[in-house]
């Protein structure tokens, strides 16, 4: 038997998948009034693409719909104020970190923190985003950490909703994007999802919280891509300091990252293989924060080629975990 790759198995029973929803739609679209629920001037269901957009400061930026924006998380004043400019008014993250609700409320923007994982977005938590996004002060922003995974998922959801986008025309986006294929649970929220009927969707409740009550691992997950964002930053710049982040020294980050690992490993959640990963990025990341601790003492390149092995030594770590335990 030839063996079909994931992705084209996926596909393929996304095509059933695709037709049933086609049929509840259908039936759905009967009885919804089409100006109710959608943002298009004329009434007509929105099939443009997602038009991306330049920007220093947020990555991954997209003009999704006119009212809606999708990217990665805003951290410093400059990503606010593209933001503003943009006429920006709710920002809404389903990342796990808490967002920075002060800085955005002084740039008179409102922040909803609805945090979901890289393992799908439930129904219930897709149409709150939704329900938030379509209620809230426009335009909204989405986002997540990159910009490219969770983020962009929930913008599709929260489009599919307001705009009438298919399954098919979800996923495109999801794809242009940057949504990466091993993510299967973030796909198959979407190839799977029926919009609601309009009084389903009317009598979502949510209070919309400006912070999430975290669950302290989820937090801690969060802040180890954060943190290892900001070594990849500094070692394409070969270890020198970072527009992004003047503020930061990349052997302060990798000792954070380290400490954040530790805390990891003393949760409850951490047990069997990922147990063995976690003690394995303890070590890498001592040995990564000792390398970069000697490359700013000495200036000597091999510190340098040092912190360059042990970052690829972590992040393959952290794909094979990613896609064992958390897709």
Same mark, same amino acid.
């Given at each position: 038997?030839?063996?079909?790759?994931?992705?084209?198995?996926?596909?393929?029973?996304?095509?059933? &998948?695709?037709?049933?929803?086609?049929?509840?739609?259908?039936?759905?679209?009967?009885?919804? @009034?089409?100006?109710?629920?959608?943002?298009?001037?004329?009434?007509?269901?929105?099939?443009?693409?997602?038009?991306?957009?330049? =920007?220093?400061?947020?990555?991954?930026?997209?003009?999704?719909?006119?009212?809606?924006? #999708?990217?990665?998380?805003?951290?410093?004043?400059?990503?606010?104020?593209?933001?503003?400019?943009?006429?920006?008014?709710?920002?809404?993250? &389903? $990342?796990?970190?808490?967002? $920075?609700?002060?800085?955005?409320?002084? +740039?008179?923007?409102?922040?909803? /923190?609805?945090?979901?994982?890289?393992?799908?977005? *439930?129904?219930? @938590?897709?149409?709150?985003?939704?329900?938030?996004? $379509?209620?809230?002060?426009?335009?909204?922003?989405?986002?997540? /950490?990159?910009?490219?995974?969770?983020?962009?998922?929930?913008?599709?959801?929260?489009?599919?909703?307001? %705009?009438?986008?298919?399954?098919?025309?979800?996923?495109?986006?999801?794809?242009?994007?940057? !949504?990466?294929?091993?993510?299967?649970?973030?796909?198959?929220?979407?190839?799977?999802?029926?919009?609601? =009927?309009?009084?389903? +969707? *009317?009598?979502?409740?949510?209070?919309?919280?400006?912070?999430?009550?975290?669950?302290?691992?989820?937090?801690?997950?969060?802040?180890?891509?954060?943190?290892?964002?900001?070594?990849?930053? +500094? *070692?394409?710049?070969?270890?020198?300091?970072? *527009?992004?982040?003047? @503020?930061?020294?990349?052997?302060?980050?990798?000792?954070?990252?380290?400490?954040?690992?530790?805390?990891?490993?003393?949760?409850?959640?951490?047990?069997?293989?990922?147990? %063995? %990963?976690?003690?394995?990025?303890?070590?890498?990341?001592?040995?990564?924060?000792?390398?970069?601790?000697?490359?700013?003492?000495?200036? @000597?390149?091999?510190?340098?080629?040092?912190? %360059?092995?042990?970052?690829? !030594?972590?992040?393959? #770590?952290?794909?094979?975990?990613?896609?064992? $335990?958390?897709?």
């Amino acid at each position: 038997m030839v063996p079909i790759h994931p992705r084209c198995e996926r596909l393929a029973t996304s095509t059933v &998948v695709f037709c049933l929803t086609g049929v509840l739609m259908l039936a759905w679209g009967c009885r919804h @009034d089409p100006q109710a629920n959608t943002r298009s001037s004329n009434g007509v269901a929105s099939t443009d693409p997602a038009t991306p957009l330049e =920007s220093e400061s947020i990555p991954n930026l997209y003009r999704v719909t006119p009212t809606l924006y #999708s990217g990665g998380q805003p951290h410093n004043d400059a990503a606010f104020t593209h933001l503003q400019s943009l006429g920006v008014k709710t920002i809404i993250s &389903v $990342d796990g970190i808490t967002p $920075d609700v002060a800085t955005a409320k002084r +740039f008179g923007m409102r922040y909803v /923190h609805l945090p979901v994982g890289y393992d799908g977005i *439930k129904r219930r @938590d897709a149409l709150v985003i939704a329900k938030a996004a $379509d209620t809230l002060d426009q335009p909204v922003f989405i986002h997540c /950490h990159h910009g490219q995974h969770r983020g962009p998922t929930a913008a599709a959801l929260a489009v599919m909703i307001a %705009d009438g986008w298919s399954n098919e025309q979800a996923v495109a986006w999801m794809e242009q994007a940057g !949504t990466s294929l091993h993510y299967e649970g973030l796909y198959r929220s979407v190839e799977t999802f029926a919009p609601p =009927s309009r009084q389903v +969707f *009317k009598n979502v409740l949510s209070s919309f919280p400006e912070k999430a009550a975290l669950e302290p691992f989820t937090e801690s997950m969060a802040r180890i891509g954060q943190l290892f964002t900001h070594l990849k930053q +500094f *070692k394409a710049n070969g270890y020198e300091p970072i *527009k992004q982040h003047p @503020d930061l020294s990349p052997a302060h980050e990798a000792l954070l990252l380290n400490e954040a690992f530790r805390e990891a490993q003393r949760s409850d959640q951490t047990k069997g293989p990922f147990a %063995d %990963d976690i003690a394995a990025s303890v070590a890498a990341t001592q040995k990564l924060h000792d390398a970069l601790v000697q490359w700013q003492t000495t200036g @000597d390149p091999q510190h340098a080629r040092t912190a %360059d092995q042990l970052m690829v !030594t972590i992040s393959q #770590s952290c794909k094979q975990c990613h896609r064992r $335990d958390r897709d």
